[in-house]
C-alpha cells in the first residue's frame, strides 16, 4: 500500500445525489413531508401510550419506546440531509460524521434487539396468557426495554471508537447521504480486518440473534394458534400480533435486501445502481420509521379507541 496520500481528514464529502441536481429539490420536498410524517405519528403513538392508561401495559410500553428510537433516529441523519439538498456545501467534519455514525448505529442496534423482545412479549401473550402479568410484570419489561438500548449504545461506542482510530487517505467522498460506518471503514489507509471482525460479531450477536428469537417466537406463536379451534378465535389470536410481524418484515427484509443482495461487477460501478442503493438506504432510513406508527395505527383497534377517545375528550368536553 501506498502511504503517501496518508493524510488526516478534517471533513467527508456526503455525495448522495450531487451528481443529479434536478432530483434533489423533489426529494427535498419528499423527505421533508416523509420527516413531518415519523415526527407526527410517532409522537402521537408516545402521547396517546403515556396519557391513555388502557394502554399501561408491556407492548404498549415497548411501541412507546419504539416510536421514540424512531424519531430519534431519523432527526440523528434527515435534517442536515435535507440541508445539503439546498446547499451546493456537501460536506460534513470527521467529528459530525463519527457522531452521525455512533447514533445511526445505536438507534439500528437498539430496534433489532428491541424488536425481539416485542416478539416475546407476543409469544407470551398467545402462548402462554395465564401467566403473562407475571413473566411481563413491569420487574421484567421495563429492564428488557433498557438492556435493548444498552445493547445499541455499548455496540456502537465500540464500533465508532475503533472506526475513528484509523488512518485514512485523501479520498474522502462517501457515497451515500449520510455517514454509514461500513463505507467510512473501508477509506481507511490501515488494516481494517479488526473492525470487520468485531463488525462480524456484534452483526451476529444483535443482527441474527434477534432475528433468530422473532423467527422462534413466531413459530411456537404460530403453532399454537393452529391448535385453536375456532376460526373467529384465530383471527383474534393473529390480529394481536400481525402488526408487530409487518414491522418486523419491513425492517429485516430491507436490511437482508440491502446487504445481502448479490452485485456483479457490471452493477458495482454503474452510476444507476449506486442511486439505486441510496434510495435503498434512504427507504430504510425514512420509510421504516415513518411506516411503523401507521401500521400499529391501522391494525390495532386499542390505539384506534385511544385516538378517538383523546380527541373527544380535547374538542368535546370541557
Known sequence: ??????????EFFLKGLAD???????????????YVVILLGNGTL?????????????????????????????????PSTLMRFLSE??????????????????????????????????????????RYSVIMSKNSYVPMAAGSWFAGVVNSAVQTAFVVQ??????????????????????????ISGNEFIMLVATT???????????????LIISSILKIRTSEGRSKAFSTCSAHLTVVIIFYGTILFMYMKPKSKQTLNSDDMDATDKLISMFYGVMTP???PL??????KDVKEAVKHLFNRRFFTK
Not at 170 to 190: D, G, P, Q, T
Not at 295 to 300: A, D, E, H, Q
Open 1 to 10: 500500500m501506498e502511504w503517501e496520500n496518508q493524510t488526516i481528514l478534517v
Open 20 to 34: 443529479y441536481p434536478r432530483l434533489e429539490l423533489l426529494f427535498f420536498v419528499l423527505v421533508l413531508i416523509m
Open 46 to 78: 408516545i402521547l396517546i401510550s403515556i396519557l391513555d392508561p388502557h394502554l399501561h401495559t408491556p407492548m404498549y410500553f415497548f411501541l412507546g419506546n419504539l416510536s421514540f428510537l424512531d424519531i430519534c433516529y431519523t432527526t440523528t441523519s434527515i
Open 89 to 130: 456545501r456537501k460536506t460534513i467534519s470527521f467529528t459530525g460524521c463519527a457522531v452521525q455514525m455512533f447514533f445511526g448505529l445505536a438507534m439500528g442496534t437498539t430496534e433489532c434487539v428491541l424488536l425481539s423482545m416485542m416478539a416475546f412479549d407476543r409469544y407470551v401473550a398467545i402462548c402462554k396468557p395465564l
Open 166 to 191: 484509523l488512518t485514512f487517505c485523501r479520498n474522502n467522498v462517501i457515497n451515500n447521504f449520510a455517514c454509514e460506518i461500513l463505507a467510512v471503514m473501508k477509506m481507511a489507509c490501515a488494516d
Open 205 to 219: 450477536l444483535f443482527t441474527l440473534m434477534p432475528l433468530l428469537l422473532i423467527v422462534i417466537s413466531y413459530s
Open 290 to 292: 415513518m411506516m411503523n
Open 295 to 300: 401500521i400499529y395505527s391501522l391494525r390495532n
